[in-house]
């Protein structure tokens, strides 16, 4: 699942929190918020004690992005397509398919609230979120600019940074991350974890920067350190420079809590690099099933980071190939572009890799390099 995507529908469903204008020299202090432990059993107590009822699809969201539980994804799923339409009802199911990378739905989903009178406070930065993960951050631009001068805050702010980071503006964007983290003002770990991670993807994927990357990664694990894709993502940061056994400790850790398959994926092939052949073949053979499972499910939320395996550990580049096509049909970001460039050249395809670079702009390079850094092969 492409990360950032995902984590921007975070930006607009909100876990209860409360902001004030702080001063932004003081964005990069560290705030005491509640132990990551301890705010997870809270939140889980919350699941446990909502049941069923409207509202508790937010929390599940909030437990499928910070602990990639995926069964939570798929139970606040079936929780909203079986719920009857009203306009609460069609914003929560436009959040939880956004989640889905179903983007589509999502945005008719929030039309419909709009068709029937719904604060124009959530359709509108719900729909920029949608938008920018889509790849048309420019058409947002301007109304999110305008946003953050009447309505500075957490939300306005944040969406803005991951629009400028979409535009290449990543200097603009890196400020905003700052001052939203200034803004924050609440015990809860989720939204700090959030914003640092969020910092640090830019920074490795768009910046090329890994030093600034592993420093927000880390900033995010000191707020959550259960936060499973930012230590997977520090994790191939210390594999890319040798540190093999802090990769495979780390990974390990994630892997008490979580059934993730890209973890399993690069653990398998970490292991493999160490010598344990067998260990890391049984390793990427579960990612396989992992993937496979996740794919019949929820076959747009997981059809990314699925080609990024299969053109790496799975070694099946037609494969690859067909679920980046997928992919960028759903969502044409310079990364989509990026990971169908790949695929099409593993799998033979060079006319379409060149279709692919001739017609997009020169920020496909730069994920391709990110690509070539994170694809082990």
């Known amino acids: 699942m492409n990360r950032l995507g995902f984590s921007l529908i975070g930006v607009v469903i909100g876990l209860s929190l409360q902001t004030s204008a702080l001063g932004e020299d003081r964005a990069d202090i560290a705030r005491e918020t ?6 997870i059993a809270n939140l889980d107590a919350q699941i446990a004690q909502a049941g069923n009822l409207p509202g508790v ?12 539980d995926y069964d939570a994804l798929e139970r606040a799923s079936a929780l ?16 939880t398919r956004a989640a889905l990378h179903r983007f ?6 929030v039309e419909a609230a709009e068709a029937e009178g719904a604060d124009r406070s959530q359709t509108v930065p719900l729909r920029a979120s949608i938008l920018i993960a889509t790849g048309n951050a420019a058409k947002v631009r301007r109304s999110l600019e305008a946003e953050v001068k009447q309505h500075p805050g957490l939300a306005s702010r944040t969406m803005l940074a991951a629009a400028y980071a979409m535009l290449g503006r990543l200097h603009e964007a890196d400020q905003l991350y700052a001052a939203a983290l200034a803004d924050l003002h609440t015990t809860l770990p989720f939204p700090y974890a959030w914003i640092c991670f969020a910092r640090g993807l830019m920074w490795a994927e768009q910046g090329q920067d890994l030093t600034q990357a592993e ?15 930012a230590n997977i993502n520090l994790a191939e940061i210390e594999a890319a420079r040798g540190e093999t056994q802090s990769a495979i400790d780390r990974l390990t850790g994630v892997l008490k809590a979580t059934d993730e398959p890209e973890a399993y994926a690069l653990l398998g092939s970490l292991h493999l690099r160490s010598g344990l052949l067998e260990q890391g073949r049984q ?18 939320a997981f059809a990314d980071h699925a080609a990024e395996f299969y053109l790496s550990q799975g070694h099946n580049a037609e494969r690859a190939w067909e679920l980046a096509l997928q992919n960028l049909h759903n969502r044409e970001t310079d990364r989509s572009v990026a990971l169908a460039v790949k695929a099409a050249m593993a799998s033979g395809r060079q006319n379409d890799a060149d279709t692919l670079l001739r017609t997009h702009g020169p920020s496909v390079g730069l994920y391709l390099q990110s690509f070539d850094r994170t694809l082990p092969q």
């Open 283 to 300: 390793e990427i053979d579960h990612a396989r099933q992992r993937f496979d499972l996740l794919l019949m499910h929820a076959p747009l």
């Open 104 to 109: 589509s739905d999502a945005l008719n989903d």
């Open 57 to 68: 699809e937010d929390l599940l969201l909030a437990r499928a992005r910070y602990l990639a």
């Open 34 to 39: 509640t132990a990551g432990v301890i705010a």
């Open 80 to 95: 909203t397509e079986q719920q009857p339409a009203s306009t609460k009802a069609l914003l929560q199911r436009a959040r």
């Open 215 to 229: 420093r927000s990664y880390q900033q995010a694990l000191r707020y959550l350190p259960e936060f499973a894709a």
